[in-house]
């Protein structure tokens, strides 16, 4: 017969016990920062009905990156590309139980269909942060703010490590409208135009903006409008409270977009500062409409959301590019190598490992009766830190000796 | 525009955070107990490559249950319905690097297209628990029985409340060759319909029976075969060592079949004693051929395996019906509400969950300017234990309480 190959599927990671290490040191203190500012953790299937992710996730997401399949049943299904549309289908089905303001998080897997390149993978994992509100929006897009810089400070970054870029649209909307005079669908291309900026040169940019309008490029700071002033005013006010508690990296910035359809509110990006890897680390934003998008008990409460999502992938290289990562130990504290094969051996020698254990040391046992050299490699090339070895003697005089390696 | 629905896909779970903390429970106490016995944690996408199912999963599997599609690039994809084969891929993968015996677990989703009922779900979480060893397979056969009680135990269930029972597959094979004289194919038939023997009726039993074999169907200690009765001593050799270790609730079944076509040494099935839920909970047994299915580098080195896997559902069924889940208790140990609109009120509000943070505690804040009252039933309401309030007399004389409720 032939053989199977080993390579996993394409995009996608395999975790040994020393990947897994490194990933739980991300999700523990994403889990620790998070939980101290009192969010609660919830969790979905990754598999969804198709139609949540149509109206308001982002249009390349859904036509280019999507895993959908017609299931056993004719049902239209998709591995969810994020998390969003999930948390705003499960407060909707249940928004006359929860209390509010809500904070939830959760560390799903998500999927899309993209070439694998460094910092993407077509399956990753992702915190997400969330609170919904129905009032007082402004404290908690600070709170938010302050949650994204207190992860990165407990992660033991600095503040000259990165910065974080915000802008807003509703800003941006009242540009479009009192400026640009788009209409709905003018200014939708025109954001998404903004979006790519970055990827593309700046004559296809020249390019595709004389297609939609005619007006100059200004910078927002320059354009003389009620509406605009006064949006602005707000994202400096927000920008001056978190430099009041000591957030000295954040700035406005005009050409933060963010690909998602559903944003209304805020919008940010944290960057990388490294000069070698200058990229928007991740971001998130505010939405007000997303929740009413399904259905629900009908009454005035208005549930508008903030939240932000950071991949494993970026985490990951961050962290190893500023040498933040900690050494390899193994969650076994203990090899307990059987140097005999005579049953009164093992029993004692399990006899021992029931005393550590109930001592809660985490100990393994090599029943293969190995040589006291060969035990000693096995533990030290494993990452653990503690060996007992068990043999006749130790057997016959119950005695037992646990040596650090 | 038509509202979105609610529901989530059908057959999975959405998981609100009083859900997460009954399953966090479970995988807490999975986790501890594995990692006492020293198994270290391994994970891997959901997503395979669909040709490693094909071979040795069970045919009802492979045919009626598995999500399987086709990505945009043409591969053959499925979402996992068991984790065993994954394993097998990894342990293949890396065989020169590894050292045995070598103990993994992950407690991986798993999706079946089966129709929803109590214990099963399309998406359903899995403690996967395997030591991969060279030699000395009783060794390994016992830790996995040792600590299949262990786990039951530190749930605080009792030896009544559960029987193990075991049988093997060389023993079945001895049977199948010596007494019935099957081919590969017969017994491979026999198999199936003794692993189905429960689900069908007497006469339906015996119908099939009667297609396959003209001889008359035998209790396995009646067999007068020296084979027979040497695979039968190895498991009351098992059965006795067990014993010895105070594992009383543990006996031979030769019904014990297991769905799995790759198994081949002992296995075995945990039984829910409840008489209103008299069915095996989860079970598992060794194979010893698996990890040859994949291409590896070419040595003398035949590694086996042993292992189980624990259900989500049916383990949260077995401890609800004994009582044996705790009361829901928040992450959040404070709510802060701040009862003022003031800025130097939130300023302080904000200056004290600093403080309570700095000291290990998860704080909530609740910038509504909600009434004292209603703030203390937000706090009752989500199982949060302690409520600090502050408003403008807490502000002016720099004070806080923290109240128990």
Same mark, same amino acid.
């Given at each position: 017969?032939? /053989? $199977? /190959?080993?390579?996993?599927?394409?995009?996608?990671?395999?975790?040994?016990? +020393?990947?897994?290490?490194?990933?739980?040191?991300?999700?523990?203190?994403?889990?620790?920062?998070?939980?101290?500012?009192?969010?609660?953790?919830?969790?979905?299937?990754? #598999?969804?009905?198709?139609?949540?992710?149509? @109206?308001?996730?982002?249009?390349?997401?859904?036509?280019?990156?999507?895993?959908?399949?017609?299931?056993?049943?004719?049902?239209?299904?998709? #591995?969810?590309?994020?998390?969003?549309?999930?948390?705003?289908?499960?407060? @909707? @089905?249940?928004?006359?139980?929860?209390?509010?303001?809500?904070?939830?998080?959760?560390?799903?897997?998500? &999927?899309?269909?993209? +070439?694998?390149? +460094?910092?993407?993978? +077509?399956?990753?994992?992702? #915190?997400?942060?969330?609170?919904?509100?129905?009032?007082?929006?402004?404290?908690?897009?600070?709170?938010?703010?302050?949650?994204?810089?207190?992860? #990165?400070?407990?992660?033991?970054?600095?503040?000259?490590?990165?910065?974080?870029?915000?802008?807003?649209?509703? $800003?941006?909307?009242?540009?479009?409208?009192?400026?640009?005079?788009?209409?709905?669908?003018?200014?939708?291309?025109?954001?998404?135009?903004?979006?790519?900026?970055?990827?593309?040169?700046?004559?296809? &940019?020249?390019?595709?903006?004389?297609?939609?309008?005619?007006?100059?490029?200004?910078?927002?700071?320059?354009?003389?409008?009620?509406?605009?002033?006064?949006?602005?005013?707000?994202?400096?006010?927000?920008?001056?409270?978190?430099?009041?508690?000591?957030?000295?990296?954040?700035?406005?910035?005009?050409?933060?977009?963010?690909?998602?359809?559903?944003?209304?509110?805020?919008?940010?990006?944290?960057?990388?500062?490294?000069?070698?890897?200058?990229?928007?680390?991740?971001?998130?934003?505010?939405?007000?409409?997303?929740? =009413? $998008?399904?259905?629900?008990?009908?009454?005035?409460?208005?549930?508008?959301?903030?939240? &932000?999502?950071?991949? =494993?992938?970026?985490?990951?290289?961050?962290?190893?590019?500023?040498?933040?990562?900690?050494?390899?130990?193994?969650?076994?504290?203990?090899? $307990?190598?059987?140097?005999?094969?005579?049953?009164?051996?093992?029993?004692?020698?399990?006899?021992?490992?029931?005393?550590?254990?109930?001592?809660?040391?985490?100990?393994?046992?090599?029943?293969?009766?190995?040589?006291?050299?060969?035990?000693? /490699?096995?533990?030290?090339?494993?990452?653990?830190?503690?060996?007992?070895?068990?043999?006749?003697?130790?057997?016959?005089?119950?005695?037992?000796?646990?040596?650090?390696?």
């Amino acid at each position: 017969m032939k /053989k $199977l /190959k080993t390579e996993n599927y394409k995009g996608v990671r395999d975790f040994y016990p +020393r990947d897994v290490f490194f990933q739980e040191c991300i999700f523990e203190t994403w889990k620790k920062t998070v939980k101290s500012f009192g969010f609660e953790e919830y969790n979905a299937s990754l #598999l969804e009905n198709s139609e949540i992710y149509k @109206a308001k996730t982002s249009e390349e997401i859904i036509n280019n990156q999507t895993y959908s399949f017609i299931d056993r049943g004719d049902r239209e299904v998709t #591995l969810r590309p994020e998390m969003t549309p999930t948390l705003a289908r499960m407060i @909707a @089905a249940k928004k006359r139980e929860l209390s509010f303001p809500l904070r939830l998080y959760s560390i799903p897997n998500c &999927f899309r269909y993209e +070439r694998p390149q +460094r910092g993407r993978m +077509r399956e990753f994992w992702q #915190l997400n942060v969330d609170i919904l509100n129905v009032k007082n929006d402004k404290f908690y897009d600070i709170e938010i703010i302050k949650l994204i810089n207190k992860i #990165l400070l407990n992660f033991k970054a600095t503040s000259s490590d990165f910065t974080i870029k915000i802008n807003s649209r509703t $800003l941006l909307n009242s540009v479009y409208e009192n400026y640009y005079e788009f209409n709905e669908n003018e200014a939708l291309t025109f954001q998404r135009l903004l979006d790519k900026k970055d990827k593309i040169t700046q004559v296809e &940019f020249s390019k595709e903006y004389e297609k939609i309008t005619d007006k100059e490029y200004k910078d927002i700071s320059d354009i003389d409008d009620k509406k605009v002033k006064k949006e602005l005013s707000y994202i400096n006010e927000i920008i001056e409270v978190c430099k009041n508690t000591g957030i000295t990296n954040i700035e406005f910035d005009q050409n933060i977009v963010r690909g998602f359809d559903y944003y209304t509110g805020i919008v940010f990006e944290v960057f990388d500062n490294d000069p070698e890897n200058n990229r928007a680390l991740f971001g998130g934003g505010r939405y007000s409409n997303l929740i =009413d $998008l399904f259905e629900s008990v009908k009454d005035d409460v208005n549930i508008s959301g903030i939240g &932000f999502g950071i991949g =494993d992938v970026p985490m990951m290289n961050f962290l190893e590019s500023r040498n933040l990562l900690p050494e390899f130990v193994n969650t076994t504290d203990i090899l $307990l190598g059987v140097i005999s094969d005579n049953q009164k051996v093992i029993d004692y020698a399990d006899m021992v490992a029931t005393e550590l254990r109930d001592q809660g040391k985490n100990v393994s046992i090599n029943y293969d009766n190995k040589k006291v050299g060969d035990i000693m /490699k096995i533990t030290e090339k494993n990452g653990i830190k503690n060996v007992v070895i068990i043999g006749e003697k130790e057997c016959e005089e119950k005695v037992y000796e646990i040596k650090e390696i």
